[in-house]
Each structure stands twice: as C-alpha cells, then as structure tokens.
C-alpha cells in the first residue's frame, strides 16, 4: 500500500537534475504563482459538507479568496440559499459570503480547480455495510482534482483515512501525470478536527497537524492553513499526519466503548454512573472523563477506526483492544432495544402492541445530521419486531431507514400516551418537562434527574 520508494525516487530524481531544471525547481518552490498566469482563487476547497463548508467560510473570513466546488447541486443550492446546518458563528459568516458578491464562487465545475492556489480536499470517507471503507468518493475528489492540477499547486487531503492515502491518491497518480510532488506541486496532508455544533472552539484555534511530501510542501500547506488557523504543527511526514487522525478517533472510541460498558456495570451494581464519573473526574491528573450514551455521540468514530482495522486485517496484525471496542459500539443499539424490551415487559406491556417514542434522533445534541446515529438503529430493531415507533427532533423532519422507507418527525412534542419514549439525544431546545410527568422513560443521555419511572439504559 505504501510507496515509500517515492521518498528515495524523488531525491534520485531531484539529484539527477541539470542546473536549468534545478533551478526552475528552486524558482517553483520559492515562487508557485511563477507556474502560471492565472490564480482566480487562494484556494479551492473541495466538498462543502460539514467540514468543507466551515473551512471555505473560515477562509473567507480571513480575507482568501474562496472556489467550493461540490458535487451536489442540491448541496450548492442549499448553501446558496442558507438552508445548512452550522453553529451560529458560521450562519452570520455565510450570510456575509453569500450578500457579499466577490467573497466567494460556488461551483461544481471541476475544471475550476485549474485557478486555485490551492485545492482541499474534504469529501466524505464512510464504511460499507460490512464496515469495509468506502473511498469512492475521495478517489472520485483525487482524480478530479490531479486531472485539473497545474504547476505550482498545493494539494492537501484533510479527509480522514488509512496511512499511505496521500501517497497512494496524490502522490502516485500524479507521478503518472508527469508531475512531481514536490516540485511541480507541493502536497500535504492535514486532518480536520472541527466538532459540529461546539462554540467552544472555534475554527480558527484548533491547532492543525501538519504532514507534507516534503519539508517545503509541508511549510507551504502550514502556511495555507495558517490564513485562518492560530496554530500548525508540523510533523516529519504524510504517514505520521494520517496515522494521528487514527489516533485521535480511535482513542475517543476505546474511551466511550469503555464507558458505555462501565455504565453497563454501574447499572448492575446500583451505583449512580454519572456521580461516579464525577467525582473520579476530580482528580487532577491521569482521568479524563467520557460520558457514556446511546451511540458514541459523534459520526466519526463509528467509521475512522475501521480505517485502521481494514489497514491491519491486510497485513495480518491484530488490535484487539480496539476491535474489541467496535463491537461494544456497535452493539450499543441491540443494548437500548433490549432494555426498551425488558422495561415493557416489567410494565406488562408487551412489546409488539407497545408504541414508543424517541426523543431526538440527531447523534448528538445541536445537529441535525443523523449519519451513524444509534437511534436509526433502535428504531429499525423496534420496528422489525413490531412496535409502534414515532420520534421527535426539532432539527430532523425525516429520517430514512435501512429498507428506504421514510419516517417523518412527528408534530406533536408531547406524547404522554406513548407506552414508553426514549430520550436519545437532548438538543437545547428539547422540551422536557412533559417527560417528569411520564411513567416510563429510559433516559439514554443519563442526564435526567433520578426518579421512579425513570431507568438509564
Ligand atoms: N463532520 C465532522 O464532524 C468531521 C470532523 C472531522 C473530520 N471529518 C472528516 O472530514 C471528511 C468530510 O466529512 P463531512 O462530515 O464534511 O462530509 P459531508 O458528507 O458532510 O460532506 C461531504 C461533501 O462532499 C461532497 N462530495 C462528495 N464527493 C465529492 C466529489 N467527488 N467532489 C466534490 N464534492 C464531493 C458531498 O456532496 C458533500 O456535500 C470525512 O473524511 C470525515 O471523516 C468530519
């Protein structure tokens, strides 16, 4: 999978060179925009989901001058008109990118990616049904945007995958191309680590890690990012750049795998998890405290580690600990069924006549994106041994199941007749208070004040 052998190949190549091609290199490096006449764009970013729409915003706000180019019409239409899940600060910097006419250009015209000092690349890596990656679309943005490659581009991958994807969609193809990273182009790698819905950090100060094809690829994409970012740290290569996107992800996954399942224990032991996470959280070094849930409360972590895993599994090493954890999580909504079941059943409710409700269905609080969300699960689990089942998300009209029927919000917000509800998620504006009044609500968030009727899963 890798081709470490470019490394040595480039450095062959560059010592091989004549003193009138060196130093076209040499001018390149110092001087991309000497590679051609026309730089429309500071930068391209390509794919404007939940990554690449707040990054193209970012760099509008620093003053770049932005191309987002998606594939999606519908996408650009909703960009285009407002209709887009994003934290407040981006929605007032959107409304400014699309009243202000010059601020950016929209498109999904591939070949525009010819004018941009630079592409990004932020599509989508999710896995298959058998958990398998599913890299179509990031081979789809690769090819695309090496077809459209001129000289003197920086090319940066931040979508999360396996180690070696840059070497093998960039480096590689454009090898082929005829054009040498390095040299004709600078190309890097620098995750994404924004947090849907989270205030908290914004943007611009979490640090960006940095892996370049080179020394100079690296500073070129350091300094890209560093338009907008307060912080980059650059490591020695693309590998190390990749492998601590894995890191970080897997490391969230063992952690709320574990937790979920102390939960479990907690639960069987009769202690308060939460009190006890708490106080173990007073301690001021050595703990960090996951909270345990339905799911895993984000999208990625159902999916990054599989990256890895499919990585091993071809060269026959194992991670037990983190396959371990995947199954726990993964097993999760089968775990919110069956107490869902036994909860009906202690009530003599019998399942196949119950009607439950799920509150909230987003994958965790303040996002209207469901991708990977346990609750499309829980509902499927439920619907198959026939229960009733309705949910409530004030920011999710409609949510499609794995047979493709479609399931609408319902309009009503209190269902005091329902036979139990689920609270999956809790967004700001949830509305509780007909829950205290409720005789049988499992609170899966576990942020609900005990009480009877009240179970935690
Ligand atoms: N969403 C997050 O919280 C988050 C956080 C950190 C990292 N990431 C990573 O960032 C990457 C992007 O995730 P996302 O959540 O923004 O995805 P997304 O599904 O929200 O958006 C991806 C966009 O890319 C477009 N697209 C797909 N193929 C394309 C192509 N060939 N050319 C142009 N556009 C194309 C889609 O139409 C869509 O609008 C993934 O690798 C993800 O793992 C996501």
Redesign the pocket.
Known sequence: MHRWGTHLRLSLFTSSLGGRQLSRVRSLLRNPESATSVRDFDIAI???????LPTALAFCAAGSRVLG????EG?LAAIRSGQVDLVESDRRRLGVANATESAWTLSND?SLLARARAVIV????PIDAHAVPDLR??E??CA?MIEAATPGQLLML????YVGCTRDLLVEPLLARGLQPGIDVHVAFS??????ADEAFGHEEVPRVVGGFTPECAAEAAAMLGRYVDATHTVDTLEIAEASKLLENTFRAVNIAFINEFANVCRELGVPVTDVIDAAATKPYGFMPFRPGPGVG???IP??PHYLLWQLRANRVASPILEQAMTGIAHRPRRVASRINSMLADAGVPPKSARVVVLGVAYKPNVA?V?ESTAIEVIEILRKQGTRVSFVDSRVPAIRLADGEVLVASDEVHHADADLVLLHTKHDDTELTWLERHPRVLDATYTLEPRAGLSLI
Request: aromatic share 2%; hydrophobic share 30%.
């Open positions: 390509l794919g404007l989901g939940y990554v690449g180019v998606d594939i999606s996408r591939i932020c599509v989508p890596t679309a990031l789809g943005a695309a931040t979508s999360t995958s995750s994404e680590r924004i947090n849907p984000g999208h990625c999916c990054d994106d991708r």
